[in-house]
């Protein structure tokens, strides 16, 4: 089975209150300072350059106040990745901070599940709650490459290549999907907001941006079982993802090996 190499890349970070991350009443102070981070996914190897996700670029920053460090685009320039050089794309989910610069791709073929689009494009829009998280302009930059040929739907499970597989999980939206990835320390889940901190699954208390809140605890589960080992799953938006992988020596960049 092939080995790839994984990174993370934190391009951006917001200062929450520790139970705005959390459904369920949680322990210690409700309003201690809790970072969310952004980051978007690189696996590379055997023939391979996979971006899972492409961020938000900094204008959207600005609009909802996020601190913007680096966009993945330069970011994976100081990792010697040019935009160009990335042919296929696979987006966890369309919200505003995992599609947004997808024009910046123009090569890429684009992996989405066929329930996340119908979800972002149908009658749950009319609810200001879910779309809310989403950002209309990044919606139609997708539209335009999925009438251009560019992307690709799927349903569920997908084996994308020998060691690399999509898995739609669903409860943070309807077709949120995670990616495994087969690695010389095992499998690694890209979990995405499946998982948006490693104590949303430990405490199986979710982030409180549900679409199906039965499918979200399913996906806890799913998860573990796909995964190598409970320390290969990775999460969306812990900042404890940088404390636990080594930063790559990269001037300005924020970028963790996972394996």
Not at 58 to 76: G, I, T
Not at 156 to 162: E, N, R
Not at 196 to 216: G, K, T, V, W
């Given at each position: 089975?092939?080995?790839?190499?994984?990174?993370?890349?934190?391009?951006?970070?917001?200062?929450?209150?520790?139970?705005?991350?959390?459904?369920?009443?949680?322990?210690?102070?409700?309003?201690?300072?809790?970072?969310?981070?952004?980051?978007?996914?690189?696996?590379?190897?055997?023939?391979?350059?996979?971006?899972?996700?492409?961020?938000?670029?900094?204008?959207?920053?600005?609009?909802?106040?996020?601190?913007?460090?680096?966009?993945?685009?330069?970011?994976?320039?100081r990792l010697g990745v040019q935009?160009?050089?990335?042919?296929?794309?696979?987006?966890?989910?369309?919200?505003?901070?995992?599609?947004?610069?997808?024009?910046?791709?123009?090569?890429?073929?684009?992996?989405?599940?066929?329930?996340?689009?119908?979800?972002?494009?149908?009658?749950?829009?009319?609810?200001?709650?879910?779309?809310?998280?989403?950002?209309?302009?990044?919606?139609?930059?997708?539209?335009?490459?999925?009438?251009?040929?560019?992307?690709?739907?799927?349903?569920?499970?997908?084996?994308?290549?020998?060691?690399?597989?999509?898995?739609?999980?669903?409860?943070?939206?309807?077709?949120?999907?995670?990616?495994?990835?087969?690695?010389?320390?095992?499998?690694?889940?890209?979990?995405?907001?499946?998982?948006?901190?490693?104590?949303?699954?430990?405490?199986?208390?979710?982030?409180?941006?549900?679409?199906?809140?039965?499918?979200?605890?399913?996906?806890?589960?799913?998860?573990?079982?796909?995964?190598?080992?409970?320390?290969?799953?990775?999460?969306?938006?812990?900042?404890?993802?940088?404390?636990?992988?080594?930063?790559?020596?990269?001037?300005?960049?924020?970028?963790?090996?996972?394996?």
């Amino acid at each position: 089975m092939n080995a790839y190499e994984v990174y993370a890349i934190k391009y951006a970070s917001v200062d929450r209150l520790r139970q705005s991350n959390f459904l369920e009443p949680v322990d210690g102070d409700p309003a201690a300072e809790m970072a969310l981070d952004f980051f978007v996914w690189l696996v590379k190897g055997h023939g391979q350059l996979l971006l899972v996700d492409t961020g938000f670029s900094q204008v959207s920053a600005l609009a909802r106040q996020r601190r913007f460090l680096l966009s993945p685009v330069e970011s994976l320039q100081r990792l010697g990745v040019q935009a160009g050089d990335i042919r296929h794309i696979a987006i966890t989910h369309l919200h505003y901070d995992h599609a947004g610069n997808v024009h910046l791709f123009p090569n890429a073929r684009i992996w989405l599940q066929q329930r996340e689009m119908a979800y972002a494009t149908g009658q749950c829009m009319c609810d200001a709650r879910q779309n809310h998280f989403f950002a209309l302009d990044d919606i139609g930059v997708v539209l335009k490459r999925l009438y251009a040929g560019d992307v690709q739907l799927i349903d569920g499970d997908h084996a994308f290549a020998p060691g690399i597989d999509f898995h739609r999980i669903g409860g943070h939206t309807d077709g949120l999907q995670v990616v495994s990835v087969m690695t010389a320390r095992g499998r690694v889940v890209l979990a995405s907001d499946a998982a948006h901190y490693y104590e949303n699954l430990q405490q199986r208390n979710p982030f409180p941006a549900i679409h199906s809140r039965e499918d979200m605890m399913a996906g806890y589960d799913r998860i573990e079982a796909l995964a190598g080992s409970a320390d290969l799953i990775i999460p969306g938006h812990d900042p404890l993802v940088c404390e636990r992988f080594e930063r790559v020596a990269v001037p300005g960049a924020h970028i963790y090996r996972i394996a």
